[in-house]
């Protein structure tokens, strides 16, 4: 049991879930102040007492990604010269999680340059959701909790309409995920293989496994231009019928990804969650459904700050 008031705060990014969490743990969000000055500096206010509290600090670096991290670096540094006793970050989208090796000679490896960003400005444990690349939690030296929203959207699909389903994995990368999905729900795994062409462009070079007379579910941890939506192709023409259906964790969304959807027939659904801010025009697309995080968030928060396990809400993939 801590003996720490537990607070939340939230930075400019995401301050719905923020307020969704605070309500569910039954804490008021504390109050502070972001303010964007002319010069495109970013600058932040904490405005109450926070001297030996615990901090959960929750700030998705989505669009725009730098003003954001920047924003979030910079609360970090104020909660510490405020004396909090703990400032966890709650990031549910982690930026820059694309570039976690060299692909090449001479790239930067930035989501080692974000992670070496948060420890240095202060942060005590940083906690994600489906993060892009597993291998980024060993660039951490503090804990790092690596949480998934796999049950809560497979959980949408556990339902007659898909019991005819199969489980795809857009690419190698993502199979053990979609091993995950495929053992909750009970149905097949389908796996296909791309060539990445470029940074928004790939090619289906193979699909592994039997699609044949069954509706896709395609799984991925993120959409941001949409090139997944093309792949579909790939299973038509492998055999699979019915209307296809999306689980993406981070909903990037711009806007070729939008217009494919809407252009595509053939998609029924795109199920996406909260990770980062859904702006009404996305929110109240047809084809679009979102699953608040908040509840999974709150949760974990509540334990770690009662020093309780949270083993068993994990799920590594």
């Known amino acids: 049991m801590s003996y720490h008031p537990l607070r939340i705060f939230s930075g400019s990014a995401h301050p719905e879930l923020a307020h969704e969490i605070a309500n569910i743990l039954g804490v008021a969000l504390g109050k502070s102040i972001s303010r964007r000055l002319p010069d495109s500096e970013i600058h932040i206010m904490i405005d109450e007492v926070v001297r030996d509290q615990d901090i959960f600090f929750v700030q998705p670096c989505s669009q725009p990604v730098n003003d954001n991290l920047m924003e979030l670096a910079f609360y970090l540094d104020a909660f510490r010269r405020a004396s909090a006793?703990?400032?966890?970050?709650?990031?549910?989208?982690?930026?820059?999680?694309?570039?976690?090796?060299?692909?090449r000679g001479r790239e930067a490896i930035s989501a080692r340059v974000v992670a070496n960003l948060l420890e240095m400005s202060g942060a005590a444990r940083v906690v994600f959701v489906d993060i892009h690349a597993r291998a980024i939690q060993g660039f951490f030296n503090i804990p790092v909790d690596p949480l998934t929203a796999l049950p809560l959207l497979a959980d949408y699909f556990r339902c007659p309409a898909y019991e005819n389903a199969a489980i795809v994995s857009p690419d190698v990368g993502r199979a053990s995920l979609a091993g995950k999905y495929a053992e909750l729900l009970n149905l097949p795994l389908v796996v296909m293989q791309k060539r990445r062409l470029g940074f928004g462009s790939t090619e289906t070079t193979h699909v592994v496994g039997d699609i044949q007379g069954r509706r896709p579910i395609v799984i991925d941890d993120m959409m941001a231009g949409g090139s997944v939506l093309k792949q579909l192709d790939a299973l038509y023409d492998n055999g699979a019928e019915g209307k296809a259906a999306f689980a993406i964790t981070h909903p990037i969304l711009l806007p070729t990804a939008l217009e494919r959807l809407d252009e595509d027939d053939r998609i029924e659904k795109l199920v996406v969650t909260n990770t980062i801010p859904v702006p009404p025009e996305k929110r109240n697309h047809p084809k679009i459904e979102v699953l608040s995080v908040a509840p999974l968030l709150a949760d974990i928060i509540n334990s770690i700050h009662q020093g309780r396990s949270i083993s068993q809400k994990l799920i590594l993939v």
């Open 85 to 103: 006793h703990t400032v966890s970050v709650v990031i549910p989208y982690y930026p820059y999680a694309r570039q976690e090796r060299m692909a």
